[in-house]
């Protein structure tokens, strides 16, 4: 079976794991520790990123690299287009998504934590006892911010970030308005691209992510909580009731909740 290293709240590996299920290829989610987790990533494949994916003996880093490989060696419901002109395009939206959508996203998501108390809590696994989760929620968000501004996450980074997903999202919602997906009549690793990368703008309501139950659905305040936008959403929300699977709840197989990883 497919081995997919990960941590659940990357959102490049919920672009691989879009890629997994539509192609219907069982796999078993491991989850790898921030840090000493990531010292068998290194012996494993070099380098210390997520999303991995070990298949027998191939080891596979980058969810572009992941994408490849899988329609290369599993090439039933290919992801990219043979035909040059849809390939190159394909190709150009998954890029710009990686780099654009999923870099932004993660400064927006980490400027609507310091600033928004409800998205914040939102969180906070359930296990965590009310007080814990009131003095948490309760941090001012002054502070927060200048903590953000410390490492590089400051007001003007996220106000830049918003800005920037804003303009990609009014641009999906253009392309989208009269076509079913980005570049086909049938889904592409653009479309799977655009839909992962946008989690951290609004999380997926349904049963696909071990997650806090109060985080499905939240998102960064002022984009995914605004009509403007809800077309994108509604037409992601639509691309996972079709080919995403929901979690089965039994650890170790298919897109069922990760186990840990284990350190040799």
Known sequence: MLELYQFELSEYAEKVRLL???????????????????????????????????????VIADSTAIAEYLDRTYPDRPIIPHEPKLRGLCLLIEQWAD???????????????????????AFLPNSIP????????????????????????GADTVKSANDALKRDLASLCFILREQPYLVTDHPTLADFAVAGLTMYIKFPTGNYLDVPEALK???????????????????????YADFRKPLTGTAGAGSSSPTSINID
């Open 130 to 153: 009310d007080i814990v989760r009131t003095i948490i929620g309760a941090v001012p968000n002054e502070v927060l911010g200048v903590l953000g501004e410390g490492v590089g996450f």
């Open 20 to 58: 997994l299920d539509y192609k219907g290829l069982p796999y078993r989610k491991i989850e790898v520790t921030p840090g000493i987790g990531q010292l068998e990533l290194i012996r494993m494949s070099g380098q210390r990123q997520v999303p991995v994916l070990k298949d027998g003996t191939q």
């Open 217 to 239: 659905g939240k998102g960064v305040p002022g984009i995914a909580d605004i009509g403007t936008f809800e077309p994108f959403f509604a037409w992601r929300d639509k691309l």
């Open 99 to 121: 780099e654009s959508i999923g870099l932004n996203a993660r400064k927006a998501m980490v400027g609507a934590l310091n600033q928004n108390q409800s998205f914040r809590t």
